[in-house]
């Protein structure tokens, strides 16, 4: 019965893990509980940002890789006996030293004070209402979570020391140097055509470097054509009909915000800006010297048409600097303070000023624009005249029209909030003029008849390209080249040059090479693919796509044997450079831990000969295979700078910390190199 049963699993459940580690599921509805509760934790820190496809797939990764961590770290924790006791989690809420992000949370604004009873007492009630009960729950979790990290990243710095035998060695090195003489015989020496390579003496190099050539996963590589979606000279032709239309009506108009807001793609208030502002426009000469009320373009700026009627002409600082004390009487309509009220306490923090006490203190304790995180004097703000129409009306009017040194009381009405403000302006910029422009845009879309007709090539396309000769010879023909696109894996979201698109991979998955894809629709492309080689776990395999790189290696290894034993039996620098052309160089002061010879480059084998002791001075060195020729080198001398005076503590100290400061996150990818973690994401997303 427990076989059929669908509530207790068994045989014939369906499995909803999107993965394992070390044998512990991952079920998907934790999987997505924690993408979607990172994803809200990203719209609240940017509410207005654009969240993406490709976002979205950088976000599911990271949660993945956090998963995986934590379940990791819980397994490790346990093991070395690390735990967040009950007494522990109170001292981070309401102890002495709590932790940063409870003291952020809880400090009063107003007073720029934390209370640890204060504190204690809303945690209380937290728990007790339902409606917030789940947040603080979570809020505590992740607490603890970190708690747990710190521990083990610390336990894991703790146990880093460097020996004394080490910080000699890296003593010497730095004070040691050589010079030398050196011929190098580049691989170029020997045409590529001159040196054959068969799939045997690819193997066999191979198999002798394991650890070169082994991939981790599977991956697939496709070659896609793409069409564009773009818009025809007809659908341009059109939108820019369509302005001209509204140029008229747009003149005549009085209510300019209420034709902006019904007319444009993406309505703004109209706006003050300096000619520097508006340079990037194609018509900036245009927009400074037209009269007020007339309408100028339309004119074409990215992806719109755009109409721009001149409301104003003056002069604006490009940008004032001010200090202000707020005192709110209502929050997004919620009334906070009555009128009464606020006014008088505002009128006693300006009382306050007035009788010289300083500013910071007045406006920690008065001003409820106050935030004790930031940085730089309390309630001074910079604002650029482009800023100015996100200001409150009555706030920006007088900061860019009144003069530096002059202060004022204005009260506020808005959508945000109410109050009164008290400003003084601190500094302003030199006068420049400016034009305020009201704009009306339309975005250039594509029509559906050119979204047909793309359609339709990109058909014709893939009803003649049914495999994959095809495809190579009809992309030839119509002269398009297609693009690669490597190392997709199982759980690819994201496809190299054209972004997010998990249908693509999830179809390179289950299609077999040379198989030509259906039309995927990308990022405003119709995209045609052709899936071009697999590459599975273990050795690298022989194929289209990783021979010439394997060949490359295989040929510089022969090349290097051929050089070598033209090489023989010629036993100075001088002979061996005469035979192949070549000249002797000279390299002084070279350091062992600076690896980069000047004349030579980037050449560590080279570098471990220079200071090798069983290579003696003024002797010729074995021959030496290295990344870009075969060197042969004669040490001149070798010493060590003058000694100075040492500071062990002090060297051991700058050791530790670079290895201290990464040392959790190499314990972290060892343990995962040994566990079994195994990504089924792909087989459910």
Do not use: C
Request: no cysteine; charged share 25%.
């Amino acid at each position: 019965m427990d076989a059929t049963s669908g509530s207790s699993g068994g045989l014939f459940r369906k499995s909803t893990a999107v993965g394992e580690v070390n044998g512990d599921e991952i079920d998907y509805t934790e999987y997505d509980a924690a993408v979607n509760a990172r994803e809200a934790e990203m719209k609240r820190q940017n509410p207005n940002g654009n969240f993406d496809e490709m976002q979205q797939a950088q976000l599911r990764d990271q949660v993945w890789t956090q998963i995986v961590n934590d379940k990791l770290l819980a397994d490790i924790n346990d093991k070395l006996g690390i735990t967040v006791t009950k007494g522990e989690l109170n001292d981070l809420l309401t102890g002495s030293n709590p932790d940063p992000s409870v003291k952020q949370a809880f400090t009063n604004p107003q007073t720029g004070v934390f209370n640890p009873q204060e504190v204690a007492s809303t945690i209380a009630q937290l728990k007790k209402d339902p409606n917030r009960k789940a947040d603080w729950d979570a809020f505590e979790a992740d607490l603890i979570k970190r708690r747990y990290t710190n521990k083990f990243n610390a336990l894991v710095a703790g146990s880093v020391y460097t020996p004394k035998f080490v910080l000699d060695d890296q003593h010497e090195a730095r004070a040691g140097f050589a010079n030398i003489n050196y011929v190098k015989l580049p691989f170029t020496l020997i045409p590529d055509d001159k040196v054959s390579v068969t799939d045997d003496e690819i193997r066999k190099y191979m198999e002798e470097r394991k650890a070169m050539f082994q991939v981790k996963e599977s991956s697939r590589s496709v070659e896609y054509v793409a069409f564009d979606i773009v818009p025809s000279a007809q659908d341009s032709a059109k939108a820019f009909a369509e302005m001209e239309n509204l140029k008229a009506e747009f003149a005549a108009t009085s209510e300019n915000e209420t034709f902006v807001n019904r007319n444009s793609n993406n309505p703004v208030p109209a706006n003050y800006f300096s000619r520097k502002q508006l340079e990037s426009l194609p018509n900036v000469d245009e927009l400074m010297s037209a009269p007020v009320n007339s309408v100028v373009g339309p004119f074409h700026d990215g992806q719109s048409f755009v109409l721009a009627k001149i409301e104003d002409k003056r002069s604006y600082p490009d940008s004032v600097t001010v200090r202000h004390i707020l005192v709110k009487t209502a929050e997004q309509g919620k009334p906070t303070m009555d009128d009464a009220a606020a006014k008088s306490r505002l009128d006693s923090a300006v009382a306050m000023l007035r009788a010289g006490a300083p500013f910071d203190t007045v406006a920690i304790r008065y001003s409820d624009d106050y935030n004790p995180q930031a940085t730089g004097p309390v309630g001074e703000y910079t604002f650029q005249l482009m800023q100015k129409s996100q200001l409150s009306k009555e706030f920006g009017d007088f900061s860019f029209e009144g003069q530096a040194g002059t202060n004022k009381i204005v009260k506020v009405d808005n959508e945000a909030y109410a109050g009164y403000h008290y400003i003084e302006i601190l500094k302003q910029a030199a006068p420049t003029p400016v034009v305020k422009v009201a704009f009306v845009s339309k975005e250039l879309n594509v029509s559906d008849e050119t979204n047909n007709a793309m359609y339709g090539k990109a058909t014709q396309f893939t009803t003649k390209a049914n495999n994959a000769a095809a495809f190579d010879k009809l992309a030839k023909t119509e002269g398009i080249t297609p693009m690669p696109a490597d190392g997709l894996n199982a759980n690819s979201f994201v496809v190299n040059g054209l972004g997010a698109s998990r249908e693509l991979v999830k179809w390179a998955y289950e299609a077999k090479v040379g198989d030509v894809s259906p039309i995927f629709t990308i990022n405003e492309k119709y995209v045609v693919a052709k899936l071009k080689s697999e590459m599975p776990a273990g050795l690298a395999p022989i194929n289209e796509q990783t021979r010439p790189i394997l060949e490359g290696y295989v040929k510089k290894h022969k090349k290097a044997k051929m050089l070598i034993e033209r090489s023989k039996g010629k036993g100075t620098l001088e002979a061996i450079a005469a035979s192949e052309s070549q000249a002797v160089g000279t390299a002084d002061s070279v350091n062992f831990l600076q690896g980069f010879i000047p004349g030579v480059g980037n050449e560590p084998k080279v570098t471990g000969y220079a200071f090798y002791k069983n290579l003696k001075e003024q002797t010729v060195s074995p021959a030496i295979a290295g990344m870009d020729g075969v060197y042969y080198i004669s040490v001149t001398a070798r010493g060590s700078k003058p000694a100075e005076e040492r500071n062990l503590p002090v060297e051991r100290q700058m050791l530790d910390y670079s290895i201290k400061s990464n040392a959790a996150n190499m314990v972290l990818t060892g343990l995962k190199e040994v566990s079994e973690v195994e990504d089924k994401r792909g087989k459910i997303y």
